[in-house]
């Protein structure tokens, strides 16, 4: 599986940014899919996780209510909305294929796409 993630740019605080991520391989529909965020310094973070069929999404707290994860299997293509954005949202974004439940962990990467949210 090879991800093609983009959408990321400058932003103030308030405003929204759509990231997508376009995978290549018939085996797309099979996997949970997942958006992980690594800010300078810090650990890289699992951020939301959408289950093969869409049925299941996980959310790391500090972006619920804010952010929706969802995926268009047709089109192999999963999404990031992030609304409200605050600048400790601040991040290289990635995007991943094959995403263990509850572990969080990943099989496939994307390359990162910057997002950066000033106050």
């Known amino acids: 599986v090879q991800l093609q993630a983009s959408g990321g740019g400058l932003v103030q605080a308030g405003d929204s940014l759509r990231l997508s991520c376009a995978a290549s391989?018939?085996?797309?529909?099979?996997?949970?899919m997942g958006w992980f965020r690594q800010a300078p310094g810090k650990e890289r973070e699992c951020v939301a996780v959408?289950?093969?069929?869409?049925?299941?999404?996980y959310y790391v707290d500090s972006v619920k209510g804010r952010f929706t994860i969802s995926r268009d299997n047709a089109k192999t293509t999963v999404f990031l909305q992030m609304n409200s954005l605050k600048p400790e949202d601040t991040a290289m974004y990635y995007c991943a294929a094959d995403v263990g439940w509850n572990t969080w962990r990943a099989t496939y990467w994307g390359q990162g796409t910057q997002v950066t949210v000033s106050s």
């Open positions: 391989g018939r085996t797309f529909g099979n996997y949970a």
């Open positions: 959408i289950s093969w069929s869409g049925a299941s999404r």
